[in-house]
């Protein structure tokens, strides 16, 4: 579904770009698209325990594009038509189950304006990168000689020696001529990049930011050194009062949850080292949670690791928009990387992604009360 913002002075071309994993058989040569459904193959991962199975294309619109036999007809390649010196705002989703994408417009530069439907300071590129779950609306300006472009996505894949889909999807972008050339004549942008171009996605993570300077949640303590909190006690202890132990016990279902979820890793290592002990690799099923006060400011740093194979992790939050204050490569530094957020005009999101071999920053304020998840989008990790 897509969501129109009001755009004044022109009219507007909504686009969703949207990645199935749509799984393909080829028979005698001719490709034909016999889908198997994304949760069966899912599901049939979860049982025996392998990754799921790659996929054959993916899809702008439903459609892959005209890169694939599959899509000769002109109703197998989505068309957006565009008029002449227009202004046009679209919208790109990426609703791929397990991939991030990388995604251009031959011949234009696009202008993004928001994130996760907040305004963003207006930039231009020729480059976006998506996560799965991630959204980005851009203005684009038909201003290119009269005739038709592809519009391409393929995957950003940061993973080493890991198998991914290495196919391009493609739409086109028809100044509404009637013109389309031969598909052998159209070229895909030359800005996309290599598929593990992490400094690309650098690039563009560094260039988002609100739109203006953002009043950030802060302490909100007033006692001593605005760090603390006036209270009384007898030995030592202080008993809250703000939650009864009756209450407590009436809203706890005893057995589903623990709540002792580590504020920090149990085990501290080097995280984005190239020789970590397969003992480091266990993990223990449980079911934690973390219990956060109503009200509170919390600055997460999201750490990546090493463990079997780094890669770009887009971690989302549910229930909450956050700033994201910084993004590093490496294992995060509490004393010397903190001076390099950016506490004036972070961008928000919902989703963000955390680097290979890297850190991101993030800070919200828990005043939506309810059980949230955090986790990375990519489907395969969150079964």
């Not at 199975?53 to 036999?69: H, V």
């Not at 919208?91 to 031959?106: C, D, G, M, Q, Y």
């Not at 202008?111 to 305004?119: G, K, M, P, R």
Request: with cysteine.
């Amino acid at each position: 579904m897509t969501h129109s913002r009001p755009f004044a002075g022109a009219s507007p071309a909504f686009l969703q770009i949207r990645y199935c994993d749509a799984f393909r058989r080829t028979t005698n040569k001719v490709s034909i698209p016999t889908d198997q459904n994304p949760i069966d193959v899912i599901n049939y991962a979860i049982h025996s325990g392998a990754a799921p199975k790659i996929s054959d294309a993916f899809t702008i619109n439903g459609q892959p594009g005209d890169l694939f036999s599959c899509s000769t007809k002109a109703s197998r390649t989505e068309i957006f038509p565009v008029k002449p010196g227009e202004s046009n705002l679209l919208r790109f989703i990426n609703a791929a189950l397990n991939t991030e994408h990388f995604v251009s417009i031959a011949g234009h530069i696009m202008i993004v304006v928001a994130a996760h439907t907040s305004y963003t300071k207006p930039f231009s590129t020729s480059l976006l990168i998506l996560a799965p779950g991630q959204t980005t609306d851009i203005i684009l300006i038909a201003n290119q000689p009269i005739s038709s472009y592809h519009i391409a996505a393929r995957a950003y894949a940061s993973a080493e020696s890991v198998a991914f889909d290495d196919t391009t999807a493609t739409a086109i972008l028809d100044y509404d001529c009637g013109c389309l050339p031969d598909p052998s004549r159209r070229t895909l942008p030359s800005i996309l990049p290599a598929f593990n171009d992490t400094a690309a996605t650098v690039i563009f993570s560094a260039a988002l930011k609100s739109l203006a300077p953002v009043k950030l949640p802060g302490p909100n303590c007033g006692g001593p050194n605005d760090t603390t909190r006036f209270g009384a006690s007898i030995n030592n202890f202080s008993f809250p009062s703000t939650y009864s132990i009756l209450q407590a016990h009436q809203f706890t279902v005893p057995g589903v949850f623990a709540d002792d979820f580590p504020a920090r890793p149990p085990v501290e290592f080097d995280y984005t080292g190239g020789n970590i002990g397969r003992e480091l690799w266990q993990l223990e099923p449980a079911t934690k949670v973390y219990k956060l006060k109503y009200g509170s400011v919390v600055e997460l740093v999201l750490q990546g690791t090493a463990i079997y194979a780094a890669e770009n992790h887009p971690i989302h939050l549910h229930g909450h928009n956050f700033y994201v204050l910084g993004k590093g490569f490496g294992n995060f530094d509490p004393v010397r990387d903190p001076a390099k957020f950016n506490l004036v005009d972070p961008t928000v999101r919902n989703t963000v992604g955390v680097p290979v071999k890297g850190w991101s920053a993030i800070r919200f304020v828990a005043n939506n009360p309810k059980v949230w998840l955090l986790h990375c989008n990519l489907d395969v990790h969150i079964t």
